[in-house]
């Protein structure tokens, strides 16, 4: 009987290849959609989950309360490190990095820029990172170790083995190789080339002076728990660690930030976890379903449509003896026989798109034949797609009465157009959705992009701070000047795309209640005129005025919180000093695109430094220019490579996620439209072919061509416009939800809901008025002979 099966499955195929091409080119290009988008929320929901302690490991953040709200930060004070191995007994360990940064590393000859962290010897007994060669214990106890990746080691010593071998880091210090580690893996939140031990970081100055400091929040920590259960009892031992250490003008608690929530769980709103990338995985997951039933309702509307051609072979079925769950059975094996080489094609077209779809998202993904996990998605979603899509052809055509069946009595085909009407409706529900939704996305990126953002691009460029920059950095400059290649320059804490730091700054009649913080700019002269910002009021820094140190200038939002009547000359306190305010600035846009511009302040104060930002000559040739610069630096700074970055193109990072999120959005949106399509034509095809015998009738009465295909066209219209009616609604309510989440943001344009529903039926019409026409057009005499 399974042979029979098997048999009649083949022949059904080959005898209706046009619709056997539709069902499986449709759900071929569903389940590869799905495959791919899966591919990227598995890679992102992997984040940090190869540690073997993932769910004991913790960051320390806080919550600090000021200004009417609690604000969430990461930023803690460095005795933090060594207070939370004394906070509670639940705590095995704690460990302690910066932020991650670049730094030289030299070997002869080689000179590589690499990224690394400074780290305390914990770390790598923690975290658990692979080494290859070293002890985890000790790679890291000696204040002149480095530990190396192992890409590292092969760039810098080539086959020869690593340790005890010296690197040069920042052309300052000569530190020795204890350990080498294996490469770090992509969905890890630390990325790093090499490690350096925090008892080297601690023979800097600005770290013995914040050593017993609690004040100063520049640090990271993160604890290890002796289980994961304890997080809740832990956090109330350590809750009011900083109170207790005389943080006492604002309630600032400590609390704990799962490893497991890092990458998807990263925003915070008054305390409260608010979302993070874990919404674009949601998003993407409902995309992949909604085209995964898409393709199935294609299917289902295919094989319900074409049952009156399979009435009879039912009916027989039942009249030599077949019970019903047997012809279920077979249907169901013809469905899944379907789904099974639609997901073959799938896979093989998967691999085929993988290359332009890593460069797409920016990864490297691949598909994991050698998982048990991906033969469980993979039968898992088989067996989805067939039972789903065969599921209503196959109880309804065998709830056939063989006795009708065989007497010619059941009109099936227009007797399951309901059903069928439904499905396509919600086929268009669906693809009108992902289509006002792609626009929306496309409209809000746009508006962010578009923003004024306060300063000039064109032409600014930005070199990282080293030691002899900071000795020759006057020199540099007048030589720069002098080369008729610059027009400005200026040093910085911070590039002009970054905030690096925030501080509290008090005035005049602030509120008793209230306190904000403030972005913080510590820089030299000229970085007003540098950035090309816009001064409002007052002047800059100017070497013309000795007590310009005492200075200090604010941005417009400062502005309108502090509300001063007479601002200029106006005494502000920062860090227990006043600050004569001499100037007002634009906004200037440096944090997320996509939120409000907040208070900012600019000091002088020039030994707090990390960039250098260099102004070009516009009317000079670029190449000619960045040669003249790039002399200059290799004079002062012979121990590094000249390198530098053009701020308009580090401005466009920050739309990295965002425009991934557009383009994927926007693929898989069209993707979707294009198996409704497939099936809406093939539907079209059947009730054309249905209506043949209708068509020639009309035509010999007198019909004309146009007013056939209007006919034809006509019910199909009507699905269209009933799933507008529904779907608008639905996107209008859902995706006013999703832009809440952006501080700057648009109003949904009216015009996007009319736009869609129109392209939305043009699309459907030309689909339909092809087959349509074909049926107009054919012969009257070869339909109406037989009648």
């Known amino acids: ?34 495959i791919l988008i899966l ?73 590589l820029v690499k990224q690394g962290y400074y780290a305390s010897e914990e770390f790598l007994t923690m975290f658990e990172f692979p080494l290859l060669k070293g002890d985890a214990k000790q790679v890291l106890a000696d204040a002149h170790a480095i530990v190396i990746s192992e890409a590292t080691a092969k760039a810098l010593f080539g086959d020869a083995d690593p340790i005890n071998q010296v690197i040069r880091v920042d052309d300052e210090e000569d530190l020795k190789v204890t350990g080498v580690v294996k490469n770090v893996p992509e969905n890890s939140t630390f990325q790093f080339d090499f490690l350096l031990p925090w008892k080297y970081n601690e023979t800097h100055q600005w770290v013995k002076d914040n050593k017993n400091n609690w004040g100063n929040y520049s640090f990271q920590v993160f604890v290890e728990l002796d289980k994961a259960e304890n997080e809740v009892a832990t956090e109330k031992a350590i809750v009011d660690m900083l109170t207790k250490h005389g943080e006492t003008q604002d309630l600032r608690e400590f609390y704990l930030h799962p490893l497991a929530r890092w990458r998807l769980h990263s925003n915070f709103e008054n305390g409260k976890e608010n979302g993070g990338m874990i919404e674009y995985v949601q998003m993407f997951t409902v995309i992949a379903v909604f085209i995964l039933v898409i393709a199935c309702i294609n299917f289902m509307n295919l094989a319900t449509a074409r049952s009156e051609r399979r009435a009879r072979e039912v009916g027989i079925r039942k009249s030599v003896g077949s019970r019903q769950f047997e012809i279920i059975f077979q249907f169901l094996g013809e469905s899944l026989f379907i789904a099974f080489l639609a997901f073959v094609i799938a896979v093989l077209l998967a691999e085929l798109l993988l290359p332009f779809y890593n460069d797409l998202v920016g990864k490297h993904l691949r598909i994991a034949y050698e998982s048990p996990q991906f033969w469980v998605y993979s039968l898992s979603l088989v067996l989805f797609t067939g039972l789903v899509s065969g599921s209503y052809p196959a109880f309804y055509l065998s709830s056939f009465q063989p006795v009708k069946v065989l007497k010619g009595k059941v009109q099936v085909g227009r007797g399951a157009s309901t059903p069928r009407k439904v499905l396509v409706i919600l086929q268009f529900v669906f693809s009108i959705f992902l289509i006002i939704g792609t626009l929306v996305i496309y409209k809000q990126i746009q508006h962010v992009k578009s923003r004024d953002i306060g300063y000039s691009q064109k032409g600014l460029i930005t070199v990282d701070y080293t030691t002899d920059i900071g000795k020759n950095y006057k020199t540099i400059k ?142 000079k040739d670029i190449k000619e220019s960045l040669a003249r610069v790039e002399a200059v630096f290799k004079k002062y700074n012979p121990a590094y490579p000249f390198e530098y970055t053009f701020v308009d193109v580090e401005f466009q990072k920050k739309f990295t996620n965002i425009n991934m999120i557009s383009r994927l959005a926007s693929l898989f949106a069209s993707l979707a439209v294009v198996i409704t399509g497939l099936g809406l034509f093939g539907l079209a095809a059947f009730t054309a072919e249905q209506r043949t015998k209708e068509i020639g009738i009309r035509k010999v009465l007198g019909a004309s061509v146009s007013s056939l295909v209007g006919l034809m066209s006509r019910d199909f219209s009507k699905l269209v416009i009933i799933a507008f009616v ?62």
């Open 1 to 34: 009987m399974l042979k029979n099966y098997v048999l009649v499955t083949f022949r059904n195929l080959m005898k209706n290849r046009v619709y056997s091409f539709i069902n499986i080119a449709g759900l071929s290009i569903g389940i590869t959609c799905s």
């Open 39 to 111: 591919l990227w929320v598995f890679d992102e929901l992997s984040f940090d989950r190869f540690h073997p302690k993932t769910d004991r490991l913790f960051q320390v953040w806080i919550n600090a309360t000021f200004d009417g709200r609690i604000n969430s930060w990461t930023s803690v004070p460095l005795p933090t490190y060594e207070g939370m191995k004394t906070g509670d007994s639940h705590i095995v360990n704690s460990v302690i990095t910066d932020w991650g940064g670049e730094h030289m590393l030299t070997v002869g000859e080689t000179r």
């Open 478 to 619: 007048q030589e720069l000047l002098q080369s008729g290649a610059v027009k400005a320059v200026t040093k910085s804490n911070s590039p002009i795309t970054q905030i690096y730091s925030n501080n509290f700054l008090n005035w005049p009649g602030e509120a008793p209640d209230r306190r904000v913080i403030f972005a913080t700019i510590a820089t030299e002269y000229d970085y007003v005129k540098t950035m090309g910002i816009k001064l409002l009021e007052g002047r800059d820094f100017s070497e013309d005025f000795k007590s310009d140190t005492a200075a200090i200038l604010v941005n417009k939002a400062a502005m309108d919180i502090m509300q001063l009547k007479d601002p200029i000359g106006t005494k502000l306190d920062l860090w227990g000093k006043k600050k004569e305010l001499i100037g007002i600035v634009d906004n200037v846009l440096m944090g997320s695109p996509d939120r409000q511009i907040g208070p900012m302040f600019i000091v002088l104060q020039p030994d707090w430094i990390s960039a250098v930002s260099i102004r070009l000559d516009e009317t």
């Open 726 to 787: 529904f779907s608008a609604p639905l996107a209008w309510w859902l995706l006013n939800s999703y832009l809440e989440r952006y501080q700057y943001r648009i109003e949904i344009p009216w015009w996007v809901f009319p736009f869609t529903g129109v392209l939305a039926l043009i699309f459907a019409l030309l689909i339909v008025s092809t087959q349509a026409m074909r049926a107009a057009r054919s012969n009257p005499v070869n339909s109406l002979r037989n009648e």
